[in-house]
């Protein structure tokens, strides 16, 4: 079905929803967002937090699954070759990529190949638990299941810097600490682009990632989740198997991709795990061992429709997307003029130290409570992080106008003394 000819059903979104104008109602949806993390803060309040979008999902997605809701018969369901033909084909258009479908496989959610991959591949193969590399501030449920597996974690802080002509903050790798960390490693976590500093690394940055690896004789769990969602005028995104066709060779390189960021299809749970073929055939063993068999009953139908006819409305929401960005970043610039704000290369999100506006380790939860508006702590990224905060711009221009300013009056509230620009072009620090 092409999305351009897509003819509404009754409830459909209207052309106002569509043009990602209108925020959806999600309260009483069960939504983590609104109905978890919002909801204490009262019935107005706006939610900037969880990595998800107000926006509706594409046509052809909605209509995909409206139409297996209709069949009434809601049984097991299996991964046939559509699925790998779908997700191969997004990689080819988008990225330029060519995975073969034998060499892609579903699981649920990239998190559980991440568990199954340490539990049963990584850990039987050594003896011991693994060693598992990270650059920090890093997604905290990926880190979570490493240590509650008992993964031995060795934490690569990225370093913070002033991006050329610029007021805002962007982060580059501590090249001999990741290769120090390596030595002796069994897996390297790699996030392109990176969760939450929004970094597109370039094609050097991955060579020479790869070269580590390689030299190391490290696996690269590569989560591209973000792929789709990369601005104008900035760094390409590149898949890591493009620039090192040997990490594929050697069986280095498992590469996860997913619609859920892109389509706002996370809690359908479907994610393409491309990986060479001993170690596909090793995750697909300890899939099974898992307990993870059959897909969610709308998951298969809701991906093929999105990477097979998702493209014109994603081209639309990137664009979106860019300038929601830049709204947040100016505004936060302006509101916030002692602040570390870091002006994304991709994904929906930006990254924020606020250790001008934050004293005490509570004093965000405070401003939040007072604002009504949630956003993510900097504490769920690392430890270091607790000055810092996380914020979606996945909404109308006018709601996200709206809740920062009011989350930033608050912030400024906060303050111990008056607050005057701290940014130097000389500063270098941990992200």
Known sequence: MDDSVYRPYPGAPSDAQQSFTARPHRWGTHSAKWDLLASPLGSDAISLS???????????????????????VYGYTEVFT???????????????????????HFFPRIVQCLSALLDRVIAPKN??????VTLTPAYGPLLEVARRLGVHIREVPLISHPAPNTAFLTHRINDDLLNAAMTGADVLLWCNPHNPT????????LHAVATLALTHDVLVFSDDIHADFTRTERTSYTPLALVSPELWERELLIHCASPGKTFNTAELESAAIFAPPAL????????????????????????IAAWTDGDKWVDTLRQRIDANLALAVDLLHTLLPAAHITDPDGTYLVWVDA?????????LTAVMDEARV?????????????????????????????????????????????????????????A
């Open 50 to 72: 969880v990595a998800d979008m107000e926006f509706y999902s594409a046509p052809t997605v909605i209509h995909a699954i409206t139409r297996a809701a209709a069949h009434g």
């Open 82 to 104: 559509d699925f790998a033909q779908a997700a191969c084909r997004w990689q080819r258009v988008r990225h330029q990529w060519e995975p073969r479908p034998d060499e892609t």
């Open 127 to 132: 003896g011991e638990r693994p060693v598992l």
């Open 198 to 205: 929004g970094r597109v690394w370039t094609r050097d940055e």
């Open 280 to 303: 596909g055939q090793a995750l697909e063993e300890a899939k099974r061992a898992a307990g993870l068999h059959n897909p969610n009953y709308f998951a298969i139908p809701a991906t």
């Open 355 to 363: 250790a001008a506006y934050l004293p005490h380790a509570d004093s």
């Open 374 to 430: 949630a956003v993510s702590p900097g504490i769920d990224f690392g430890s270091e992080y607790g000055s810092y905060f996380r914020v979606n711009v996945a909404l109308p221009p006018a709601d996200l106008e709206g809740a920062l300013e009011r989350f930033c009056h608050c912030l400024n509230a906060h303050a111990t003394s008056p607050i005057t620009p701290t940014f130097s072009s000389s500063t270098e620090h941990p």
